[in-house]
């Protein structure tokens, strides 16, 4: 599903951010990749969009070489892919449903549709009955429940969570593991980028370790160690 082949990222005067990684993560598999602040999980990260591009090397993604891809391409890529912050970037004029909802229209989908789409995510997401509300008057791990509802409007092959539970408490945040473990389930490859070392543990999935830019440790059922 996602391959990168020796793929360095050199910031402005020979800074570093990614060197000479090499990794294979397989169709349904749910990965955490740790690491402490710069080294390089956010820039994997942004690889995966197209918001980054390598200096050297191959990514590729469900087969589709993505290493030069075009900007007019850059949208479609990211309709196969579902990405959470740890900040929710929803807005805030909006309502839940609405959230939802404007990802699809800015693809170009008809209201109709949309409406059939969004709601069984939102049930999905256990937001049924809170359509209507607006960001300000549901709980944080509710606005990150509707940031995931909106990443899962194009049905996404890929999932990414880049420290999605940070701005949570612990039971919120746990609500959110469940959740992205239900969305791996359904056949969708999760990749989670986290500081939460017990959230890691609990999973005991495979455990990818970067430092300084390059993938020291992969573990097929690993723990969080740094």
């Known amino acids: 599903m996602i391959q990168f082949k020796n793929v360095s990222k050199i910031y402005g005067d020979n800074h570093p951010a990614l060197h000479n ?6 169709p349904k598999e749910f990965v955490s990749i740790i690491g402490r602040s710069g080294a390089g999980k956010s820039t994997f990260a942004k690889m995966l969009i197209a918001q980054e591009r390598p200096s050297e090397g191959e990514i590729i993604v469900g087969g589709w070489d993505i290493t030069k891809i075009r900007n007019d391409e850059v949208p ?14 929803l807005l805030f004029n909006k309502t839940v449903e609405e959230n939802v909802s404007f990802a ?5 989908m008809q209201k109709q549709k949309i409406r059939q789409v969004v709601q069984p995510i939102l049930k999905i997401v256990g937001l049924q009955g809170k359509e209507g509300r607006y960001p300000n008057e549901v709980s944080g791990g509710e606005m990150q429940r509707v940031a995931i ?22 039971i919120n945040a746990q609500e959110i593991v469940d959740l992205l473990k239900k969305i791996n389930e359904f ?23 970067m430092d300084h830019g390059e993938v020291v440790n992969d573990l097929e059922s690993g723990k969080y160690t740094l």
């Open 187 to 209: 056949g969708t490859t999760v990749v989670l980028m986290t500081h939460d070392r017990d959230m890691v543990n609990s999973l005991r999935r495979r455990v990818i370790v």
């Open 149 to 170: 509802a909106r990443a899962l409007a194009h049905r996404p092959k890929i999932f990414i969570a880049d420290e999605p539970t940070g701005n949570l408490d612990t």
């Open 104 to 108: 699809l229209e800015v693809a170009g």
């Open 76 to 89: 479609f890529l990211r309709r196969q892919i579902g990405v959470v912050f740890q900040d929710f970037n």
């Open 21 to 26: 990684v090499n990794l294979h993560i397989r």
